[in-house]
């Protein structure tokens, strides 16, 4: 978001860290809670967005490789 802070696409040495990024984040999302989800001190977004459980409802994942 502009204005706000730096912004950084998630990447992953491997597939196996971002399998396990994607573990933990449905494990967060199983919580009802509107709150958003952060890592560390940093929030969570999708799109502009801060990443809630709700907002995410029905949004299928996927791990792609970048080269």
């Not at 204005?3 to 597939?15: A, H, S």
């Not at 396990?20 to 967005?49: C, H, Q, Y």
């Amino acid at each position: 978001m502009k204005g706000v802070g730096e912004e950084y696409l998630l990447q992953f040495k491997d597939y196996e860290d971002a399998n396990r990024f994607l573990e933990w984040l449905e494990m967060e999302l199983t919580d009802s809670s509107a709150a958003p989800l952060s890592v560390g001190n940093i929030k969570l977004l999708f799109g502009e967005d801060p990443l809630t459980p709700k907002l995410l409802e029905g949004v299928n994942w996927k791990i792609m490789p970048v080269f």
